[in-house]
Protein backbone atom coordinates (compact mmCIF):
# COMPACT_ATOMS: atom_id res chain seq x y z
CA UNK A 1 0.00 0.00 0.00
CA UNK A 2 1.50 3.65 -0.77
CA UNK A 3 0.90 5.90 1.42
CA UNK A 4 0.96 10.05 0.96
CA UNK A 5 1.62 12.18 4.62
CA UNK A 6 1.37 15.84 3.57
CA UNK A 7 3.39 17.63 5.96
CA UNK A 8 5.25 14.66 7.16
CA UNK A 9 8.03 16.50 8.65
CA UNK A 10 5.86 18.11 11.12
CA UNK A 11 4.45 16.79 14.51
CA UNK A 12 1.81 14.73 14.18
CA UNK A 13 3.25 14.02 10.61
CA UNK A 14 6.36 12.28 12.01
CA UNK A 15 3.90 10.16 14.52
CA UNK A 16 1.55 9.35 11.37
CA UNK A 17 4.93 8.03 9.18
CA UNK A 18 5.96 5.96 12.24
CA UNK A 19 2.75 4.45 12.42
CA UNK A 20 2.16 3.74 8.68
CA UNK A 21 5.70 1.77 8.47
CA UNK A 22 4.81 -0.40 11.29
CA UNK A 23 1.70 -0.88 9.30
CA UNK A 24 3.98 -2.17 6.58
CA UNK A 25 2.84 0.99 3.94
CA UNK A 26 5.13 2.31 1.45
CA UNK A 27 5.34 5.97 2.62
CA UNK A 28 5.86 8.95 1.29
CA UNK A 29 5.67 12.60 2.29
CA UNK A 30 5.98 16.28 1.17
CA UNK A 31 8.05 18.63 3.05
CA UNK A 32 9.04 22.40 1.74
CA UNK A 33 12.71 22.72 1.12
CA UNK A 34 13.12 24.55 4.03
CA UNK A 35 11.47 22.62 6.09
CA UNK A 36 13.58 21.25 9.57
CA UNK A 37 13.72 17.37 9.01
CA UNK A 38 14.72 16.72 13.09
CA UNK A 39 11.75 15.14 13.43
CA UNK A 40 12.24 12.62 10.89
CA UNK A 41 15.66 12.45 11.29
CA UNK A 42 15.48 8.61 12.25
CA UNK A 43 12.74 7.79 9.48
CA UNK A 44 15.35 9.33 6.15
CA UNK A 45 16.47 6.16 5.11
CA UNK A 46 12.65 4.44 4.89
CA UNK A 47 10.24 7.30 3.84
CA UNK A 48 10.73 8.73 0.61
CA UNK A 49 10.35 12.65 0.64
CA UNK A 50 9.15 15.21 -2.28
CA UNK A 51 9.87 18.76 -2.06
CA UNK A 52 6.44 20.47 -2.38
CA UNK A 53 5.33 24.00 -1.40
CA UNK A 54 1.03 22.84 -0.50
CA UNK A 55 -0.19 26.16 -1.94
CA UNK A 56 1.44 25.91 -5.39
CA UNK A 57 -1.39 23.90 -7.11
CA UNK A 58 1.35 22.34 -9.70
CA UNK A 59 3.58 21.59 -7.15
CA UNK A 60 0.91 19.61 -5.53
CA UNK A 61 -0.34 18.17 -8.63
CA UNK A 62 2.97 16.33 -10.04
CA UNK A 63 3.32 15.37 -5.99
CA UNK A 64 -0.12 13.34 -6.30
CA UNK A 65 0.29 11.66 -10.06
CA UNK A 66 4.20 10.82 -9.16
CA UNK A 67 2.92 8.96 -6.14
CA UNK A 68 -0.08 7.75 -6.89
CA UNK A 69 -0.50 6.82 -3.67
CA UNK A 70 -3.47 4.39 -2.21
CA UNK A 71 -4.07 6.67 0.91
CA UNK A 72 -3.27 10.48 1.21
CA UNK A 73 -3.04 11.92 4.91
CA UNK A 74 -3.45 15.84 4.44
CA UNK A 75 -2.15 16.97 7.56
CA UNK A 76 0.38 20.05 6.12
CA UNK A 77 -0.98 23.31 7.73
CA UNK A 78 -0.64 26.05 9.87
CA UNK A 79 -1.48 24.59 13.21
CA UNK A 80 -1.08 27.17 16.08
CA UNK A 81 -3.67 29.27 17.02
CA UNK A 82 -1.61 32.23 18.40
CA UNK A 83 0.41 32.55 15.13
CA UNK A 84 -3.08 32.96 13.39
CA UNK A 85 -3.84 36.19 15.14
CA UNK A 86 -0.55 37.68 14.23
CA UNK A 87 -0.81 36.15 10.74
CA UNK A 88 -4.59 35.48 9.52
CA UNK A 89 -3.96 36.44 5.66
CA UNK A 90 -1.21 33.76 5.93
CA UNK A 91 -3.14 31.05 7.73
CA UNK A 92 -6.24 31.01 5.28
CA UNK A 93 -4.06 30.93 2.29
CA UNK A 94 -2.13 28.05 3.49
CA UNK A 95 -4.51 25.68 5.24
CA UNK A 96 -7.73 26.39 2.20
CA UNK A 97 -5.38 26.83 -0.44
CA UNK A 98 -3.47 23.70 0.57
CA UNK A 99 -6.49 21.59 1.17
CA UNK A 100 -8.04 22.85 -2.10
CA UNK A 101 -4.91 21.87 -4.35
CA UNK A 102 -4.64 18.90 -3.19
CA UNK A 103 -8.22 17.81 -3.61
CA UNK A 104 -7.94 19.61 -7.50
CA UNK A 105 -5.52 17.45 -8.16
CA UNK A 106 -7.19 14.32 -7.08
CA UNK A 107 -10.17 14.87 -9.26
CA UNK A 108 -8.15 15.89 -12.21
CA UNK A 109 -5.26 13.28 -11.40
CA UNK A 110 -7.30 9.92 -12.95
CA UNK A 111 -7.29 8.40 -9.20
CA UNK A 112 -9.25 7.86 -6.02
CA UNK A 113 -7.32 7.46 -3.20
CA UNK A 114 -9.17 7.60 0.46
CA UNK A 115 -8.26 11.17 1.41
CA UNK A 116 -8.07 11.81 5.56
CA UNK A 117 -8.79 15.62 5.75
CA UNK A 118 -7.63 16.89 9.24
CA UNK A 119 -9.35 19.62 11.02
CA UNK A 120 -9.52 20.78 14.63
CA UNK A 121 -11.43 21.52 17.27
CA UNK A 122 -10.97 24.85 17.36
CA UNK A 123 -13.42 24.67 14.63
CA UNK A 124 -16.45 24.56 17.25
CA UNK A 125 -15.09 27.72 19.05
CA UNK A 126 -17.69 29.37 21.01
CA UNK A 127 -19.61 26.46 23.35
CA UNK A 128 -22.09 26.59 25.83
CA UNK A 129 -21.71 25.07 28.77
CA UNK A 130 -25.21 22.81 27.68
CA UNK A 131 -23.75 22.05 24.58
CA UNK A 132 -20.80 19.63 26.06
CA UNK A 133 -20.12 17.36 25.35
CA UNK A 134 -19.31 18.39 21.42
CA UNK A 135 -20.77 15.71 19.14
CA UNK A 136 -20.30 16.54 15.48
CA UNK A 137 -23.57 18.21 15.26
CA UNK A 138 -22.62 20.79 17.36
CA UNK A 139 -23.01 24.17 15.69
CA UNK A 140 -19.51 25.57 14.38
CA UNK A 141 -18.65 28.82 15.72
CA UNK A 142 -14.72 29.56 15.15
CA UNK A 143 -13.13 31.98 17.38
CA UNK A 144 -9.51 32.78 15.51
CA UNK A 145 -8.48 32.73 12.33
CA UNK A 146 -6.79 29.28 12.69
CA UNK A 147 -10.38 28.08 13.50
CA UNK A 148 -11.92 29.86 10.40
CA UNK A 149 -9.35 28.57 8.35
CA UNK A 150 -9.95 24.88 9.64
CA UNK A 151 -13.82 25.36 8.99
CA UNK A 152 -13.17 26.11 5.65
CA UNK A 153 -10.94 23.35 4.53
CA UNK A 154 -13.50 20.93 6.32
CA UNK A 155 -16.25 22.06 4.63
CA UNK A 156 -14.67 21.81 1.00
CA UNK A 157 -13.52 18.56 1.69
CA UNK A 158 -17.64 17.86 2.34
CA UNK A 159 -17.93 19.48 -1.02
CA UNK A 160 -15.80 17.97 -3.05
CA UNK A 161 -17.27 14.79 -1.71
CA UNK A 162 -20.65 15.64 -2.43
CA UNK A 163 -19.79 17.44 -5.84
CA UNK A 164 -16.87 14.97 -7.16
CA UNK A 165 -17.11 11.82 -4.99
CA UNK A 166 -13.90 12.18 -3.68
CA UNK A 167 -13.47 9.40 -1.55
CA UNK A 168 -12.11 11.95 1.80
CA UNK A 169 -13.47 11.50 5.42
CA UNK A 170 -13.40 14.28 7.62
CA UNK A 171 -11.91 14.64 11.37
CA UNK A 172 -11.79 17.06 13.92
CA UNK A 173 -9.15 16.36 16.66
CA UNK A 174 -9.29 17.58 19.71
CA UNK A 175 -6.03 19.20 22.11
CA UNK A 176 -3.13 16.53 21.35
CA UNK A 177 0.05 16.28 22.49
CA UNK A 178 3.47 14.10 22.95
CA UNK A 179 7.35 13.78 21.75
CA UNK A 180 8.61 16.00 19.38
CA UNK A 181 5.76 19.10 19.79
CA UNK A 182 6.84 22.41 19.19
CA UNK A 183 6.83 24.58 22.57
CA UNK A 184 4.24 26.93 21.04
CA UNK A 185 1.52 25.16 22.51
CA UNK A 186 1.00 24.30 26.21
CA UNK A 187 2.13 21.27 27.40
CA UNK A 188 5.82 21.40 25.74
CA UNK A 189 5.77 24.94 26.43
CA UNK A 190 5.83 23.83 30.22
CA UNK A 191 8.16 20.60 29.66
CA UNK A 192 10.55 22.60 28.20
CA UNK A 193 10.34 25.20 30.70
CA UNK A 194 11.01 22.84 33.05
CA UNK A 195 13.59 20.80 31.19
CA UNK A 196 15.56 24.39 31.07
CA UNK A 197 15.14 24.99 34.95
CA UNK A 198 17.09 21.76 35.70
CA UNK A 199 19.57 22.19 33.61
CA UNK A 200 20.30 25.54 35.13
CA UNK A 201 19.54 27.38 32.01
CA UNK A 202 16.19 30.00 33.89
CA UNK A 203 15.65 31.02 37.09
CA UNK A 204 13.31 28.08 38.73
CA UNK A 205 10.00 30.36 37.73
CA UNK A 206 7.59 29.08 35.42
CA UNK A 207 5.51 31.22 33.10
CA UNK A 208 1.37 30.45 32.81
CA UNK A 209 -1.39 31.91 30.94
CA UNK A 210 -4.95 31.14 31.91
CA UNK A 211 -4.79 27.93 34.19
CA UNK A 212 -8.44 27.60 34.81
CA UNK A 213 -9.37 26.40 31.13
CA UNK A 214 -10.71 22.89 30.88
CA UNK A 215 -8.90 20.68 27.59
CA UNK A 216 -9.91 17.32 26.38
CA UNK A 217 -6.22 15.74 25.98
CA UNK A 218 -5.04 13.03 23.55
CA UNK A 219 -2.04 11.44 22.83
CA UNK A 220 -0.35 12.05 19.89
CA UNK A 221 0.19 8.59 19.30
CA UNK A 222 -3.45 6.98 19.94
CA UNK A 223 -4.45 10.30 17.19
CA UNK A 224 -2.57 8.97 14.19
CA UNK A 225 -4.00 5.57 15.27
CA UNK A 226 -6.74 7.19 14.81
CA UNK A 227 -6.17 8.70 11.81
CA UNK A 228 -5.55 5.47 10.26
CA UNK A 229 -8.42 3.94 11.45
CA UNK A 230 -10.34 6.77 9.57
CA UNK A 231 -9.42 5.30 6.21
CA UNK A 232 -9.63 2.10 7.15
CA UNK A 233 -13.14 1.97 8.58
CA UNK A 234 -14.26 5.27 8.36
CA UNK A 235 -17.57 6.47 6.17
CA UNK A 236 -16.31 9.01 3.10
CA UNK A 237 -17.79 12.01 3.83
CA UNK A 238 -18.44 11.70 7.44
CA UNK A 239 -17.09 13.82 10.45
CA UNK A 240 -15.47 12.01 13.31
CA UNK A 241 -14.27 13.46 16.65
CA UNK A 242 -10.75 12.50 17.94
CA UNK A 243 -10.41 13.23 21.57
CA UNK A 244 -10.36 11.07 24.92
CA UNK A 245 -13.86 12.04 26.19
CA UNK A 246 -12.24 13.67 29.49
CA UNK A 247 -11.25 17.12 30.44
CA UNK A 248 -8.53 18.52 33.06
CA UNK A 249 -7.48 22.09 34.00
CA UNK A 250 -4.46 23.67 32.77
CA UNK A 251 -3.78 23.90 36.80
CA UNK A 252 -4.26 20.10 36.73
CA UNK A 253 -1.91 19.78 33.94
CA UNK A 254 1.15 21.84 35.17
CA UNK A 255 0.83 20.03 38.69
CA UNK A 256 1.57 16.89 37.25
CA UNK A 257 4.43 18.04 35.44
CA UNK A 258 5.63 19.98 38.26
CA UNK A 259 5.50 16.90 40.44
CA UNK A 260 7.65 15.19 37.82
CA UNK A 261 10.36 18.23 38.42
CA UNK A 262 13.53 17.56 40.08
CA UNK A 263 13.82 20.93 41.47
CA UNK A 264 11.15 23.46 43.44
CA UNK A 265 9.47 26.32 40.77
CA UNK A 266 7.47 28.85 41.44
CA UNK A 267 4.56 30.27 38.71
CA UNK A 268 4.38 32.92 37.65
CA UNK A 269 1.31 34.89 35.32
CA UNK A 270 2.50 36.30 32.00
CA UNK A 271 -0.58 38.02 30.42
CA UNK A 272 1.38 37.64 26.89
CA UNK A 273 0.24 34.33 27.03
CA UNK A 274 -3.10 35.23 27.21
CA UNK A 275 -5.41 34.70 24.26
CA UNK A 276 -7.54 37.52 22.58
CA UNK A 277 -10.33 35.45 22.79
CA UNK A 278 -10.69 31.69 25.01
CA UNK A 279 -12.93 28.74 25.29
CA UNK A 280 -13.38 27.87 28.94
CA UNK A 281 -14.61 23.99 28.26
CA UNK A 282 -13.61 21.93 25.38
CA UNK A 283 -14.80 18.56 25.93
CA UNK A 284 -15.11 15.98 23.23
CA UNK A 285 -17.50 13.24 22.49
CA UNK A 286 -16.06 10.37 20.15
CA UNK A 287 -19.03 7.66 20.31
CA UNK A 288 -19.37 7.96 16.78
CA UNK A 289 -15.56 7.13 15.82
CA UNK A 290 -15.87 4.61 18.54
CA UNK A 291 -18.93 3.21 16.83
CA UNK A 292 -17.00 3.35 13.66
CA UNK A 293 -13.91 1.89 13.97
CA UNK A 294 -13.73 0.09 18.01
CA UNK A 295 -11.05 2.98 18.24
CA UNK A 296 -10.59 4.59 21.96
CA UNK A 297 -7.77 5.77 23.61
CA UNK A 298 -4.99 3.65 25.18
CA UNK A 299 -2.09 5.98 26.96
CA UNK A 300 -2.96 7.62 30.17
CA UNK A 301 -2.17 11.33 30.72
CA UNK A 302 0.39 10.70 33.05
CA UNK A 303 2.71 8.37 30.66
CA UNK A 304 1.43 11.37 27.84
CA UNK A 305 3.26 14.44 30.07
CA UNK A 306 5.99 12.06 31.57
CA UNK A 307 7.10 11.29 27.53
CA UNK A 308 6.94 15.02 26.94
CA UNK A 309 9.02 16.17 29.74
CA UNK A 310 11.32 13.26 28.85
CA UNK A 311 11.80 14.49 25.16
CA UNK A 312 12.52 18.17 26.13
CA UNK A 313 15.20 16.98 28.83
CA UNK A 314 16.93 14.95 26.10
CA UNK A 315 16.65 18.23 23.93
CA UNK A 316 17.56 20.56 26.04
CA UNK A 317 20.48 18.38 27.57
CA UNK A 318 21.69 17.31 23.16
CA UNK A 319 21.99 21.57 23.36
CA UNK A 320 24.18 21.79 25.79
CA UNK A 321 26.47 19.01 24.36
Not at 18 to 23: D, G
Not at 131 to 157: F, H, M, N, W
Not at 225 to 243: D, F, K, M, S
Not at 300 to 313: E, F
Amino acid sequence: MKVLITGITGFGGSHLAEYALAQGAEVYGTARWRSNRANIAHLLDTVTLLDCEMTDAAAVAQVIHQVRSDRIFHLAAQTYVPTSWRAPGATLTTNVIAALNVFEAVRAGGTNPLILNVGSSEEYGLVRPDEVPITEKQPLRPLSPYAVSKVTQDLLGYQYHRSYGLRIVRTRAFNHSGPRQLDALVIPAFARQIAEIEAGHREPVIWVGNLESRRDFTDVRDVVRAYWLALECGTPGQVYNICSGHTHTIQEILDILLSLATVPIEVHIDPQRMRPSDVPLVQGDFSRFHAATGWQPQIPLHQLLADVLADWRARVGASIQ
